[in-house]
């Protein structure tokens, strides 16, 4: 297959980048985008040129690392998955291919492709967690009954791998399916209603600080979210946190 | 203080003042079908609502409040969401993951917008001034013909019929969507949005219906 690909080249964060054009020519089908790229990256080091930076780590769809705007979508145009799990063979010969970083102020350039997403990361400090003591006297999970339909739920909101395709896809750059799905996967069970009032009040605060856009339900996250994350987590998150709000007050905590 | 910072707090107020003024988009038309059916109707309840002491004082207030909240929320949010991608994609395919109207509601929103500058010269205006600055005696029967009078203009007929169209695709967005924002997403949604949508063409296409009636009768 004989490509052009259309690649974003930034130096660094300061820098102002550009497109660059590459032709490239001997793909198959059965490559990943990803050994595209390094194949490019092959060609241009034996040319005494930089090789294109992205983000990349277990190239098998789990952990989250691999971006990448393809064609103007997220992960390019196969529903339910990652950069590393696109195939070459969705695009045809002589196509040109776009490949743009995910674009949000809250996920600055570092650099070609790659971007900081370490804003995600500050929203799970904020409350992504249950409090446990691990010191000698963990309790068996199945000592507390959950059941079996909060256990699946709460099991597909943790199926996010906090790539950030939501916000790449949002027109808003929202953060809200990343933050609800984290949110979710706590406050459907036992163990993590006990922090529930703190940890959304505060997890979206710091979604808020982080400078990502509002949520306007258009509903492009779910669409292009490698792991299924549905809109019912952001409707869950709502309404959590406008019980919260109206809760907190109310309550004898003095944080 | 919360509504001005936390976004969800936003949301959910531009959801609650959004079902209100659809609410009120019902009674609006509903009012003005009576021209349709029996303008003697349309009269006393034009005149009922102009100078009923709790409707003027209190629900004109209210639902003044409910238009000004929503339109400065909205442009707020708009300003917010756009700063959160100040550098923009190359190519950009939102018709891959979304609809139009979930897009450009600030585009609808606009349009409606400026309908109701246009729709607030044509009768609040007037009838204000016919009232407190004029003072003029009252009369009951000055309404329908002032309505009549409106619509024999094609081209203020025209417009009044293509903001219909935006506020359409407005509520077809909007409508559904505020039930998102409040949180409401199970097993009734399907329902919901199909209620939501027909109510989104139905209402619009009541008041297009009127103005082209009244426009024909002439
Ligand atoms: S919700 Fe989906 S798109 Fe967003 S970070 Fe998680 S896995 Fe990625
Ligand atoms: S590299 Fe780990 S999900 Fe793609």
């Known amino acids: 297959m004989k490509l052009t690909l259309k690649i974003w080249r930034q130096k660094n964060k300061d820098s102002k980048g550009e497109f660059k054009v590459y032709p490239i020519d001997g793909i198959e089908g059965d490559m990943s985008f990803l050994e595209m790229l390094d194949i490019l990256n092959e060609q241009l080091i034996n040319n005494n040129e930089e090789p294109v930076h992205f983000d990349h780590d277990c190239r098998e769809g789990i952990c989250g690392t691999c971006s990448l705007q393809i064609n103007g979508q997220p992960h390019g145009p196969d529903r339910l998955t990652t950069t590393c799990h696109l195939h070459m063979r969705s695009f045809s010969d002589g196509d040109t291919i776009v490949i743009e970083p995910f674009r949000a102020t809250a996920f600055p350039v570092i ?23 691990t010191s000698g006297n963990t309790i068996d999970a199945n000592a507390i009954p959950v059941n079996k339909h909060d256990a699946d ?87 959590e946190y406008t019980a919260a709000s109206l809760k907190k007050p109310l309550s004898n905590s003095w944080s | 203080m919360a509504i001005l910072t936390s976004s969800i707090a936003r949301k959910v107020a531009m959801a609650l003042s959004g079902l209100f003024l659809v609410f009120f988009l019902l009674q609006h038309m509903v009012v003005n079908l009576t021209a349709v059916i029996n303008p003697e109707t349309y009269n006393s309840l034009s005149h009922f609502m102009g100078n009923d002491g709790f409707v003027q004082f209190l629900l004109q207030p209210i639902l ?49 917008l400026l309908f109701l500058g246009l729709h607030l010269y044509d009768f609040w205006f007037p009838e204000i001034n016919y009232k407190y600055i004029e003072t003029n005696p009252l009369d009951l029967e000055r309404y329908y013909p002032h309505l009549l009078d409106k619509f024999a203009d094609p081209v203020r007929t025209g417009i009044y019929c293509l903001a219909f169209i935006f506020l359409m695709l407005h509520l077809w967005h909007g409508f559904s969507s505020a039930f998102q924002s409040l949180g409401w997403n199970n097993k009734y949604s399907r329902a919901i949005r199909g209620f ?23």
């Open chain 2, 64 to 112: 003044m409040f409910g238009f000004i909240f929503h339109i400065v929320m909205g442009i707020v949010l708009e300003i917010r969401n756009n700063n959160a991608r100040k550098i923009k994609y190359n190519t950009y395919k939102g018709n891959r993951n979304s609809s139009w109207m979930s897009r450009n509601m600030i585009v609808t929103g606009i349009m409606i």
């Open chain 1, 111 to 133: 650099r070609d492709l790659v971007v900081d997403r370490s804003s995600f990361e500050r929203i799970q400090q904020a409350g992504g967690y249950v409090s446990v003591n």
């Open chain 2, 196 to 218: 939501t949508r027909f109510y989104a063409v139905a209402v619009p296409f009541g008041f297009i219906f009127i103005a082209l009636y009244l426009y024909l009768i002439q």
């Open chain 1, 153 to 239: 739920e709460s099991f597909n909101s943790a199926a996010c791998i906090g790539c950030g395709a939501c916000v790449a896809a949002c027109k808003n750059a929202s953060a809200m399916l990343f933050t609800s799905a984290k949110i979710s996967q706590y406050s459907l069970l036992p163990q993590g209603k006990i922090e529930a009032t703190e940890r959304v009040l505060n997890m979206v605060r710091q979604m808020d600080e982080e400078g990502f856009g509002n949520c306007t339900n258009t509903g492009a996250c779910e669409i292009e979210c490698p792991k299924g994350i549905t809109l019912v987590n952001i409707a869950r998150m709502n309404r």
